[in-house]
């Protein structure tokens, strides 16, 4: 059986020039855009960042977008049945009786998720990488083509250089030049296919941090033990906060650019709770909660200002999360050769024998390159509040027209950046 080597990579970091006096086109979006699909992949994303993370050594930093793995995981289900595709689709939290929905419900997810202001980027890119001896089955190649915006690229596997190149400069391409090499020759002995799915962004902050102001500060463990310096930024703005108790967290949001597109999320514990357990209270505090209670703040908290200090950090991770959708994440069959049912996606047997990941961060002053009822504090907002990033936090990057995670990671390890 010829092996499918899915790979994933993606590039965030930051656009490093100062304010622009040109004025954003307007762009007309609503505001109401969110279905039960951006739930759902929100889900997905936070439950992969918590096992990614608990499959790495404790205290490395970590950065991944969730979304495209969800996006490659989705155009392989396409060609999948059985076990396989009930697997695939239990992780991502949707259902073959639904299709129609899902593809519906990405197609404008999709839209929203390429963004080219002059003060934000944001694109996604799919690609299929094919043996030209090879053939997809003709459905879902027009399927991955049409929904997910998936372009087939035949060439030539028995020439490895030859096909290692064309791969990497396209990476190269797409990720402007931050990823140069994603393969190497000896990738093509067995494999038949590489599915890629790449995410770009580069963004400045909407307030950008004083320079000036950055200085270095004393970085805490969870438990409150000094575990090194780093060099921490600082700004004062009405920024949108909230204090969630049943999460044990303090929740900011930064956001980027003009037109209020694209923020970045920092989830930090509460002064005695570990990372994992606030991750763990997501089982009782949906992602979408969240976003809510920060509506909420914008809403009523307009006028109160922040005071918040976050450190200046780069985050480079190269995943390898095969075992992460396999044994935590419950995608058994689509990794064995024997039972993985694929009849769907091309003319020849297949299984996927790795998902590798590749992604980094860089957040300077400048700006970033990558049911119940929950209580929301906001009583202790008189005067002004401070958000202090100085132990172990999750950052999310979201689109905010339909809530989308695009990238999300851990800050545990300090460092002078």
Known sequence: MRELLLV?????????????TESAPELGIPTNLHNGLTERIGNFSIELLFHTSKQQNKGVNLILSPITVWTVLAVISEGASGNTVAQINNALRISSKHRTAVRTGFQTIYEYLQVNTTTVELAKVNAIFMDQRKLLQTDF????ESVYKTKVVPLDFTDGVKTADTINQAVSKVTHGRIPKLVDSNYFGDTAMILTSALYFKGQWKVPFNASSTVKMPFYNGTGQQVGEVNMMYNRFTYPFANIKELQ?????????????LSMLIMLPHPGVLLENMFLNFAKVPLDTVFKELRVSKEEYAEDEVDCFLPRFKIESNLDLTNVLRNT?????????NAARLPFLARTPMHVSKVIHKAEIEVTEEGTTASGVTAAEFSNRIGIVSFVGNRPFCYLIIE????????????ESPSLY
């Open 8 to 20: 994933l990579f993606c590039a965030s970091f930051v656009y490093g020039q100062k304010n622009t």
């Open 141 to 144: 190649q027009s399927l991955a």
């Open 249 to 261: 967290a303090r929740v900011i949001e930064l956001p980027y650019g003009k037109e209020d597109r």
């Open 329 to 337: 994440m419950g995608i058994v069959d689509l990794f064995d050769e």
């Open 400 to 411: 905010k027209v339909t809530n989308s995670i695009v990238f999300g990671g851990l800050y």
